[in-house]
């Protein structure tokens, strides 16, 4: 069973330049997660997403950034502009509600912003 | 907010040493889950805990839920070359809609 994929895996752009980013969850989960990690810390959480309802953007910073997940399965997150402290890596993670919330990380989407 | 602390931040051990590492919050969680992440890639899940004193092992690893749900811990015996990397522990509060909060993660070195 394929995990979750994200792309691009690296993204080099420079600062006021706009990027964006592409999940895909594990089939069948219905909960989707992006986190943003900076160097040398734990991830936090930007949005999280139950199906294509976003339940809990209240760390996502809105004059930046956006996301979406219009069926429900795939999402994009995007930046735009980019700024020199968007440099992070972009997690995205899914898991099945009902499974007991074991939630399940991608490779991530490492982004430079120079 | 909640705020996970974990410790030790980094230790750099013999090969065949056992591992011990910690999370405490100043909140209650559901569920504790402990990740490893090497470099260049995402966290991997390791172990989920899903009751308070649950002991769950996976192979050389052990974990377990502490009795007052604020706390969990992590324990690696006979360590290896590859278990290098930074392992994090999660927890998550399903009263906050499923919000899971990370620790800061202890950066475990192994010389052969």
């Known amino acids: 069973e394929a995990g979750v994929v994200q792309s691009p895996r690296y993204k080099i752009i420079e600062k006021k330049q706009p990027v964006a980013f592409w999940c895909n969850p594990i089939?069948?989960?219905?909960?989707l997660y992006w986190y943003r990690q900076n160097l040398g810390q734990g991830p936090e959480l930007l949005i999280r997403?139950?199906?294509?309802?976003?339940?809990?953007d209240s760390q996502l910073p809105k004059d930046r950034f956006s996301a979406e997940r219009l069926k429900g399965v795939d999402s994009t997150l995007k930046i735009q502009p980019a700024e020199l402290g968007d440099s992070a890596v972009y997690l995205c993670?899914?898991?099945?509600?009902?499974?007991?919330?074991?939630?399940?990380f991608g490779e991530g989407s490492w982004l430079t912003v120079v | 907010g909640q705020q996970l602390n974990q410790s030790p931040q980094s230790m750099f051990i013999q090969e065949g040493e056992d591992v011990s590492m910690n999370c405490t919050s100043s909140s209650i969680f559901n569920t504790w889950l402990w990740y490893k992440q090497e470099p260049g890639e995402g966290p991997v899940l390791l172990i989920a805990?899903?009751?308070?004193?649950e002991l769950t092992s996976n192979g050389r690893l052990t974990a377990q839920f502490g009795i007052t749900r604020k706390d969990s811990f992590l324990n690696i015996s006979a360590s290896i070359p590859s278990d290098v990397g930074i392992y994090f522990c999660?927890?998550?509060?399903?009263?906050?809609?499923?919000?899971?909060?990370f620790g800061g993660g202890t950066r475990l070195m192994v010389k052969p």
């Open positions: 805990l899903y009751k308070a004193g």
């Open positions: 997403y139950e199906n294509e309802e976003a339940v809990d």
């Open positions: 089939s069948g989960h219905n909960t």
């Open positions: 999660a927890g998550l509060d399903n009263n906050a809609g499923n919000m899971l909060t």
């Open positions: 993670a899914s898991s099945f509600t009902a499974s007991g919330n074991t939630i399940y």
